[in-house]
């Protein structure tokens, strides 16, 4: 790869990084929303004035979007959980293009599912299916950011592919590991 390309690529995943980091704080902005919703559900009920009908269904969509939101954020950084004994106990060069071959499945695995969600996606907007709960909306509205972040992760495996290449010819050392 000549100098110009790779410096725009790098560049790339750079700003990736922070698009991902970004997505990482809307993660925990959802999850602090859904915490406060709880505790004051809770506070409410236990002053006796009543309750917040809303809050169960607010957490529920929290958890389910700020756990896609984070998802890319995770796997960049490493946080996500991984089994990796067999990678540490082979020869580096083998465990090395196994890291290459996991992300490669990673990428396969990702698109299926966007083009899966997007699917589903299409289905639900054209049928006009509608959630209805407390909250009543378009079912689509909730199938969409799985379609998106699988896009996303797909993304973010090529990326980890890249580096891999383009790092030492060893195992990856990720921040959880389980061995």
Not at 157 to 167: C, E, I, Y
Request: hydrophobic share 60%; charged share 15%.
């Amino acid at each position: 790869m000549n100098a110009p390309a790779t410096g725009l690529a790098n560049r790339f995943d750079r700003g990736w990084g922070h698009l991902l980091t970004a997505l990482g704080l809307v993660a925990c902005a959802l999850i602090a929303v859904m915490v406060i919703v709880i505790c004051a559900d809770v506070a409410v009920r236990n002053l006796r004035l009543g309750n917040v009908p809303w809050a169960p269904e607010v957490a529920e969509y929290t958890l389910y979007l700020s756990t896609f939101l984070a998802a890319p954020w995770l796997l960049r950084q490493g946080a996500h959980v991984r089994m990796d004994m067999v990678l540490k106990a082979l020869p580096s060069g083998m465990a090395w293009v196994l890291e290459l071959v996991a992300d490669a499945i990673g990428i396969l695995a990702s698109l299926t599912l966007m083009v899966a969600s997007g699917n589903a996606v299409l289905a639900s907007a054209r049928q006009g299916s509608l959630i209805f709960k407390i909250f009543v909306f378009p079912e689509w509205w909730l199938l969409a950011p799985a379609a998106v972040i699988f896009g996303v992760l797909a993304v973010e495996f090529a990326l980890r592919m890249r580096r891999q290449w383009l790092g030492p010819r060893t195992v990856r050392e990720e921040a959880t590991s389980v061995a």
